[in-house]
């Protein structure tokens, strides 16, 4: 059975949700193909902290890109929120970036690395960190604020994203894994499910968060895409035990507005393996507790893990994929995925439609890893 649609989006998380919205109110007719139910990958996963500074090990060029896109969230997000009726939650809350005592016991080196402020944060000293957040009792030796940070309610926005599109006429299909895409001569023409459909496109995306290495490989193109485990706790919480999100190393704490505690992370390359495992849990709690540790008593409400899509460079790939006309590339967004959507669904739609690859585009160009396939 053949279908046919103006463009294809291969996954259903908040990339291929933001790029189909983005080309929906266009008046683009999209079809989205999702292997299982929407938004049930990375981006539901996800700690939902929308942070350009998440990591010292970052390349600039994608903390350049997040800045640029948390300064369109809030925008964004209000007319998702009012084109769907879902309420997503978004808080400019404010983040906290500790570094911890070097001599302090029991706690990695890498927590004591000094994170110096940009232009945006403003330094802290220990007793200024208590001040604003007094749970946070451990050995902390400073911290820099980032005022304008902040978190999303990120279970529902791949919904929300993929409700927006469909109300504009967005075909959604789900439970249904593409396979490879359709084509000849170094021309993208559709893709064929698992079972059996081919859906014929003017253009093809791949959205396909950690998975879409293999999928890529499927159709004989190399596109490194490697998926990056992050484990998760969420505790149960009388009040708000912390008013601005805070950051020390990969820990992360979430005080998500109406509870629970969110508190993460680790990032491990273990293949497609997104099990909890004691180890994980024990690498988030045992830093949660020396930095907070009144948490202690805090009742355990739930575990989970989830794969990034990450990249050897650190950068995702976003444009056209070199060899096949009509192909494009929106993943390897790392620990990013959630702060840079909005503006990978603008770029990545410009880019579609009108050809168009915005400058800022340039460092994540897919053409970096890939020479062009032989199709
Ligand atoms: C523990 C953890 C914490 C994180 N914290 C943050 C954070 O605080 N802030 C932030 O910005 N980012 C964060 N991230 C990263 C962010 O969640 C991801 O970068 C982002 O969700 C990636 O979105 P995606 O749509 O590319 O991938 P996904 O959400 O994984 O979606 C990909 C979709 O493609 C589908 N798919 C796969 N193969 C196929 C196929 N063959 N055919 C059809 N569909 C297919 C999958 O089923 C899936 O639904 C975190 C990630 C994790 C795991």
Request: hydrophobic residues 45%; negative net charge.
């Amino acid at each position: 059975m053949t279908q046919t649609s103006d463009v294809v989006i291969i996954g259903g998380g908040v990339i291929g949700g933001a790029v189909a919205w983005s080309l929906a109110r266009r008046g683009i007719n999209v079809t989205i193909v999702e292997a299982g139910r929407i938004g049930r990958g990375a981006s539901w996963a996800s700690a939902g902290v929308l942070a350009p500074e998440w990591s010292a090990h970052d390349p600039p060029a994608l903390t350049t890109l997040a800045e640029d896109s948390l300064a369109s969230w809030e925008d964004w997000v209000g007319e998702l929120e009012e084109h769907t009726g879902i309420g997503l939650n978004f808080r400019r809350d404010g983040l906290l970036n500790l570094w911890v005592d070097p001599d302090a016991a029991h706690l990695p080196p890498e927590l004591a690395v000094e994170c110096p402020p940009d232009q945006r944060g403003e330094r802290l000293s220990a007793a200024e960190v208590r001040k604003l957040e007094p749970l946070l009792t451990g050995p902390i030796a400073g911290g820099v604020l980032y005022s304008q940070d902040g978190q999303v309610d990120n279970p529902r926005l791949a919904p929300a994203l993929i409700r927006a599109a469909s109300d504009l006429g967005a075909r959604v299909l789900t439970d249904s894994p593409v396979a490879s895409w359709l084509g000849t001569a170094g021309r993208c023409t559709g893709v064929r499910t698992l079972n059996g459909l081919e859906i014929s496109a003017g253009a093809v995306l791949i959205a396909a968060g950690a998975w879409s290495g293999p999928l890529a490989k499927a159709s004989g193109v190399t596109l490194p895409v490697e998926p990056w485990r992050g484990q998760m706790l969420a505790f149960d919480t009388p009040a708000r035990p912390f008013r601005h999100i805070v950051f020390c190393g990969e820990l992360v704490l979430v005080a998500r507005p109406h509870g629970p505690l969110v508190v993460g992370t680790t990032l491990e390359k273990v293949g497609f393996d997104s099990r909890v495992t004691l180890a994980g849990l024990h690498h988030i709690l045992a830093r949660a507790e020396r930095i907070a540790p009144g948490l202690g008593d805090l009742p355990l409400a739930r575990s989970w893990a989830g794969l990034r899509p990450g990249s050897p460079d650190g950068l995702p790939y976003l444009g056209p994929v070199p060899g096949w006309e009509g192909l494009f590339a929106a993943t390897g967004h790392g620990r990013k995925g959630i702060i840079l959507a909005p503006i990978t669904g603008e770029l990545m739609a410009r880019a579609v439609l009108d050809g168009v690859i915005d400058p800022r585009l340039a460092p994540c160009l897919p053409s970096r890893v890939v020479d062009g396939p032989q199709p």
